[in-house]
């Protein structure tokens, strides 16, 4: 079973950089597709992205696409999210989740484990 802690969440103003990281223990993450979602305060959970396990399917939601780029790096277990450009509306908690499929794919339901989170918050 594979234990997913995120990290690099962090207070910024509307504009800057912030780059999360999910880092993996337990299991090689190299069988997972990994995706990146969020969850506003009385708001559902988001899709935000997702990179499969081979990292050649790669999926952003409409509102993040051109400003967030999600990479990852087998060897060191950890999958990162560059977010670029930030923006008020993406203040929340990100979470990092590990799905079995190893697919790319932007359905919640496809993701069997979860970190706890990291906070974002922008505000100026």
């Known amino acids: 079973q594979v234990h997913l802690v995120e990290s690099g969440g962090g207070q910024v103003q509307p504009g800057d950089s912030l780059k999360l990281t999910c880092i993996a223990s337990g299991a090689s993450i190299s069988t997972y597709s990994i995706g990146w979602f969020r969850q506003a305060p009385g708001q559902e959970r988001d899709f935000v992205a997702t990179?499969?396990?081979?990292?050649?399917?790669?999926i952003y939601d409409v509102s993040v696409k051109d400003r967030f780029a999600i990479s990852r790096d087998n060897t060191q277990n950890t999958v990162s999210l560059q977010m670029d450009s930030l923006k008020h509306e993406d203040a929340a908690v990100y979470y990092c989740?590990?799905?079995?499929?190893?697919?790319?794919?932007?359905?919640?339901?496809?993701?069997?484990?979860w970190g706890q989170g990291t906070q974002v918050t922008v505000s100026s």
């Open positions: 989740a590990a799905g079995v499929s190893g697919r790319a794919t932007m359905d919640i339901k496809q993701y069997n484990y």
């Open positions: 990179i499969s396990r081979n990292g050649e399917s790669i």
